[in-house]
Structure formats: structure tokens, C-alpha cells
Nanobody, 124 residues
Framework: QVQLVESGGGLVQAGGSLRLSCAAS????????MGWFRQAPGKGREFVTA????????RYADSVKGRFTISRDNAKNTVDLQMNSLKLEDTAVYYC?????????????????WGQGTQVTVSS
């Protein structure tokens, strides 16, 4: 069982930056691949980025490639999402997710554990 708690959301102007963090419980964090998804108002949840259990492999949605960076610290049981050059369309609730295998997944159904989400609002 893994519990995930996101933090770091907030209001930022377009072009600005935010850093989200996800803290995970449990002693087996290093065996889990991790992902970030987001859900904008009136839309479905979508894949943003993911990282393998070791951190050696990452994947990004085309919409965030070159602007967002995912990283993890297995000693601290955390996974972070650095978001730069934020756009209005990045406004969403961002969710951290964990899956009990080492390799990356990009589907919602790939992940067993979810955080409660943190709101990111980008203003003009």
C-alpha cells in the first residue's frame, strides 16, 4: 500500500514556474514507477510525465516536453515536477500516481495509487 500526498500547487502568471512535489509513504518506494497526470476543468485526466523506479527512464506528453522535468529521490520517497514556461492551458489539478512495477506507464489504468491532487492555476 502506498499513500501519496502532493504539494506545491498555486497561482502563477503565464511564463512563470512552479515545482510540485509528491511524498510517498512506504519502504518500497524505490520499486515503484511514478507518474504525474492532470485534469483541466471539464476535461478528462491526461498523462503528463512519468519516471521509472530507478529514475533512468522518463517520458513526457508532447504538450509539456521541454518545459516540464520530472525527478525522484528514492532516499526521501519523493517525486518532483518542475514546471517552467507555464501556459494558460497548463491550468489543472495535478495528480501524482504510483504503479507497482519498475517501468513507465502512460495510461491511467497503469497506476494503482493516486494522490488527492493539487491545483495549478496559470493566469494571464
Amino acid at each position: 500500500q502506498v499513500q501519496l500526498v502532493e504539494s506545491g500547487g498555486g497561482l502563477v502568471q503565464a511564463g512563470g514556474s512552479l515545482r510540485l512535489s509528491c511524498a510517498a509513504s512506504g519502504r518500497t518506494f524505490g520499486y515503484y514507477a511514478m507518474g504525474w497526470f492532470r485534469q483541466a476543468p471539464g476535461k478528462g485526466r491526461e498523462f503528463v510525465t512519468a519516471i521509472s523506479s530507478s529514475g533512468s527512464d522518463t517520458r513526457y506528453a508532447d504538450s509539456v516536453k521541454g518545459r516540464f522535468t520530472i525527478s525522484r529521490d528514492n532516499a526521501k520517497n519523493t517525486v518532483d515536477l518542475q514546471m517552467n514556461s507555464l501556459k494558460l492551458e497548463d491550468t489543472a489539478v495535478y495528480y501524482c500516481a504510483a504503479r507497482g512495477v519498475r517501468w513507465i506507464g502512460v495510461l491511467i489504468s497503469d497506476y494503482e495509487y493516486w494522490g488527492q491532487g493539487t491545483q495549478v492555476t496559470v493566469s494571464s
